[in-house]
């Protein structure tokens, strides 16, 4: 069984190459000689460099990466994922383990998150920032969004979601064959926790210990609201390809409720008075809420039939891919 462990980076020459130590160090537990890992006979790293204007491609080299993928211009995060996703299936990945090049994170973590996949329980683990070891110096705004948008979405898709944005995180074979990423433009993470449910692959999520260095600067929140922007955008999308008559009549229902309760307003009043003139705004009202909230059940329907053959499509992506990957 092989292991492969993706380093996505952008201008990391600093960091990368203790990084890479770590992780190599980390191999030598016991959990890959004793324990469940003993069936892993083969650890890779692997380091995808995003348009990285320093040294970065070449501190991987010397500090022994065994796949160093490299180009130009920085295409962001999202784009790095699928490049590291397709690179680790034409190497016979079983599994990869996603983690961050600046050292935030303890290799000697990737264990936990192999347990559940070994153990044939799930897909796809993620490391969970916020369960018994709540992270250090996360700043205020980051830990407030995460979990705002987590319990919102879990909420939604009516799946337990304990953190919707870490990137430290374990697929198996399965998972990766199975991933449509069709943002490349920000960042993959949210994206492809709702797309995984979507696709009724098991997720679980694992707490492990985390700090954040207080003069790190993000290189993916640039700015609060453009962060909160973009993640938007991305999430809209992603719940709306994946429960689309949830997205949709949701609405619709809320909008046809609203109208009846209109038009019993117009009817108290008519009763009571027997005119019609005078309250025939409630009557518009009733009316244009009424068509607004057919008009969303009308995209359900439409939503709902383009997913049936999304399915069928992303189904056959699935078999071309797996062809493709053979072992």
């Known amino acids: 069984m092989k292991l492969i462990v993706n380093i996505p980076a952008y201008n990391e020459e600093k960091e990368i190459a203790k990084t890479i130590t770590r992780i190599r160090k980390s191999f030598d537990l016991d959990f890959y000689s004793k324990e469940e890992g003993k069936v892993i006979d083969e650890k890779l790293i692997q380091v995808v460099d995003d348009g990285s204007s320093d040294n970065t491609a070449e501190e991987c080299r010397k500090a022994g990466a065994d796949i160093v993928i490299s180009y130009k211009p920085n295409r962001r995060l999202a784009y790095s994922f699928k490049r590291a996703v397709e690179s680790s299936l034409e190497n016979g990945a079983d599994m990869m383990v996603n983690i961050d090049a600046d050292g935030q994170f303890d290799p000697n973590d990737i264990p936990k998150l192999l347990v559940p996949i070994l153990d044939g329980k ?138 009846l309760a209109v038009f019993i307003v117009f009817l108290f009043h008519y009763f009571a008075t027997f005119q019609i003139t005078t309250y025939r705004n409630y009557v518009f009202l009733s009316v244009i809420l009424f068509f607004i909230g057919l008009q969303f059940w009308v995209f359900a329907l439409i939503a709902d039939m383009i997913k049936t053959n999304r399915n069928l499509t992303e189904e056959q992506l699935y078999f071309i891919r797996k062809e493709k990957y053979k072992k």
Request: aromatic content about 14%; overall charge positive.
């Open 122 to 259: 799930c897909d796809m683990v993620i490391a969970n920032r916020f369960g018994e070891h709540e992270a250090k110096n996360m700043p205020f705004i980051k830990h407030f969004l995460n979990r705002f948008a987590a319990n919102m979405i879990g909420f939604f898709l009516n799946y337990p979601i304990q953190d919707l944005t870490c990137g430290f995180r374990a697929h198996n074979r399965e998972t990766m064959l199975r991933f449509n990423l069709t943002n490349v433009h920000f960042t993959y993470t949210q994206e492809t926790i709702i797309d995984a449910i979507g696709k009724n692959l098991k997720l679980q999520w694992v707490p492990v210990k985390v700090s954040y260095f207080a003069d790190r600067e993000s290189r993916i929140v640039k700015s609060v609201w453009k962060f909160v922007s973009n993640s938007a955008k991305i999430i809209l999308k992603a719940v709306r390809d994946v429960r689309p008559m949830k997205f949709f009549g949701i609405p619709g229902l809320v909008m046809m409720l609203a109208a």
